[in-house]
């Protein structure tokens, strides 16, 4: 998983890469994230605030090593086939 935010003593900061010699394919996102499911494809907005971040599609799972969401591969499996068109 690579982190695109992180706070230090509670001041927030953006976590992200942006090389000097890359050809704008290695440029990632940066800051808070958003994920929305728009006509079943997901898109994503980053460096966006707390609010807009916990209106997206991305849920807290894990907190300080204690699993929050109890969930089969099986489940995720059958809910994103049901929200997702896929393309091969």
């Given at each position: 998983?690579?982190?695109?935010?992180?706070?230090?003593?509670?001041e927030?900061?953006?976590?992200?890469?942006?090389?000097?010699t890359?050809?704008?394919?290695?440029?990632?996102?940066?800051?808070?994230?958003k994920?929305d499911?728009?006509?079943?494809?997901?898109?994503?907005?980053?460096?966006v605030?707390?609010?807009?971040?916990?209106?997206?599609?991305?849920?807290?799972?894990?907190?300080?090593?204690?699993?929050?969401?109890?969930?089969?591969?099986?489940?995720?499996?059958?809910?994103?086939?049901?929200?997702?068109?896929?393309?091969?």
């Open positions: 998983m690579k982190a695109t935010y992180g706070e230090v003593n509670g927030g900061r953006a976590i992200f890469k942006d090389p000097i890359d050809d704008g394919t290695k440029k990632s996102a940066k800051g808070l994230m994920i499911l728009i006509d079943g494809k997901y898109h994503l907005t980053d460096n605030s707390w609010e807009e971040e916990k209106q997206g599609e991305l849920k807290e799972v894990f907190r300080d090593g204690k699993l929050l969401v109890d969930q089969s591969l099986n489940e995720i499996r059958t809910r994103i086939k049901s929200e997702v068109s896929i393309e091969a």
